[in-house]
C-alpha cells in the first residue's frame, strides 16, 4: 500500500466504511487526510488514529461540506492536498433519499444534493488528485459505488442513477490510465451496518471494519468493478441470472413498503 504513496484520502470518513478505511489506512502505515463536514467528528477520529501511535503516520484534517461544493470550497480543498504525495483517494462521501419515493416527490433541494454529494464530489475530487498521480506514475482512486447500482430501482431512481454514473466513470477512467500507473476501481457493497444503512450485522451485512479488511486487498488492483465482500458477490451473481421483472416487482414492492412508513412518520412528525 505504502508504495503507491504516502497520503491516503478520505471523503466522508467519521462514520462507516469511511471512518473504517481511514483506520485502515493508518494501520498499513499511510498518513492520512479525513474529510467530512463536522469538525468535531474530524478532530476525535483525528486523536483516535493519532493515539495508535503508528510509526510514521501523520494526520490532518479538513471540513467540507460536499452538499454544497462550490468553486471556492473544491478550491480550499485543491489548496489543502496540493502539495502532498497522494497515493491513495477513496470516494466515500454520498446520500440517498430519505426513504423510497415516487421521483416527483422529491423537493428540489434533495434532488440537488444528491447529485452534489454523490455525483460532483467524486468528480471534482478526482480531478484534484490526478495530474500528481500521473506525474509520479503510481496512484489508486476508490469510488464508493452500492448494489443499488446494478439493477433497476424503483423508487430510489436518482440514487441508483448516480450510483450507475459511479461505475462508469471508474471503469472508463481505468482503462485510460492503468496502463500509466494510475488504477481505478469501483467497488460495490450491498448492505453494510452503518448509521446510513439502519441494519445490523448479520451473515449478510458486514460490520465496516470487516468490510473494509477485505476491500483494502483489491486497492491498487487491475479490476476495475470489484464486490470485496463475499456474501455480496453471491447475492449479487444470484440477482444477476433472475428475470429483471421478476427483480423490479420484489424490489418495487419491497420500497413500496418502505415508503408507507416513511410518509406515515414524516405526517407524524408535522402533526406534532
Given at each position: 500500500m505504502k508504495k503507491l504513496g504516502k497520503w491516503a484520502v478520505v471523503t466522508g470518513c467519521t462514520d462507516g466504511i469511511?471512518?473504517?478505511?481511514?483506520?485502515?489506512?493508518?494501520?498499513?502505515?499511510?498518513?492520512?487526510?479525513?474529510?467530512?463536514?463536522?469538525?468535531?467528528?474530524?478532530?476525535?477520529?483525528?486523536?483516535?488514529?493519532?493515539?495508535?501511535?503508528?510509526?510514521?503516520?501523520e494526520t490532518m484534517y479538513i471540513v467540507c461540506d460536499y452538499s454544497n461544493f462550490d468553486q471556492k470550497t473544491q478550491d480550499a480543498v485543491e489548496a489543502a492536498i496540493k502539495n502532498l504525495d497522494v497515493g491513495v483517494l477513496v470516494n466515500n462521501v454520498g446520500v440517498s433519499y430519505r426513504y423510497p419515493r415516487f421521483f416527483h416527490e422529491l423537493p428540489d433541494e434533495e434532488v440537488a444534493n444528491l447529485i452534489e454529494m454523490n455525483?460532483?464530489?467524486?468528480?471534482?475530487?478526482?480531478?484534484?488528485?490526478?495530474?500528481?498521480?500521473?506525474?509520479?506514475?503510481r496512484g489508486a482512486v476508490v469510488n464508493m459505488s452500492s448494489g443499488s447500482a446494478m439493477y433497476s430501482l424503483p423508487l430510489l431512481a436518482?440514487?441508483?442513477?448516480?450510483?450507475?454514473?459511479?461505475?462508469?466513470?471508474?471503469?472508463?477512467?481505468?482503462a485510460e490510465y492503468a496502463s500509466k500507473g494510475?488504477?481505478?476501481?469501483?467497488?460495490?457493497?450491498f448492505y453494510v451496518a452503518t448509521?446510513?444503512?439502519?441494519?445490523?450485522?448479520?451473515?449478510?451485512?458486514?460490520?465496516?471494519?470487516?468490510y473494509v479488511a477485505l476491500g483494502m486487498k483489491f486497492i491498487g488492483q487491475k479490476d476495475?468493478?470489484?464486490?470485496?465482500?463475499?456474501?455480496?458477490?453471491?447475492?449479487?451473481?444470484v440477482m444477476s441470472i433472475m428475470a429483471e421483472s421478476f427483480v423490479t416487482k420484489q424490489i418495487m414492492a419491497m420500497h413500496l413498503g418502505i415508503r408507507k412508513r416513511g410518509l406515515k412518520k414524516d405526517a407524524a412528525k408535522k402533526a406534532e
Open positions: 469511511g471512518k473504517a478505511y481511514a483506520q485502515g489506512f493508518a494501520k498499513k502505515g499511510l498518513s492520512v487526510v479525513l474529510i467530512s463536514r463536522t469538525e468535531a467528528k474530524l478532530q476525535a477520529l483525528k486523536d483516535e488514529i493519532d493515539a495508535k501511535g503508528h510509526p510514521g503516520v455525483v460532483n464530489s467524486t468528480t471534482w475530487m478526482t480531478n484534484m488528485v490526478l495530474p500528481g498521480m500521473l506525474d509520479r506514475r436518482q440514487y441508483s442513477a448516480a450510483k450507475s454514473y459511479i461505475v462508469s466513470f471508474s471503469r472508463a477512467l481505468n494510475v488504477y481505478f476501481q469501483c467497488q460495490i457493497p448509521k446510513l444503512a439502519k441494519m445490523r450485522k448479520s451473515f449478510m451485512v458486514p460490520t465496516p471494519d470487516q476495475s468493478i470489484v464486490s470485496p465482500y463475499w456474501a455480496h458477490a453471491f447475492q449479487g451473481w
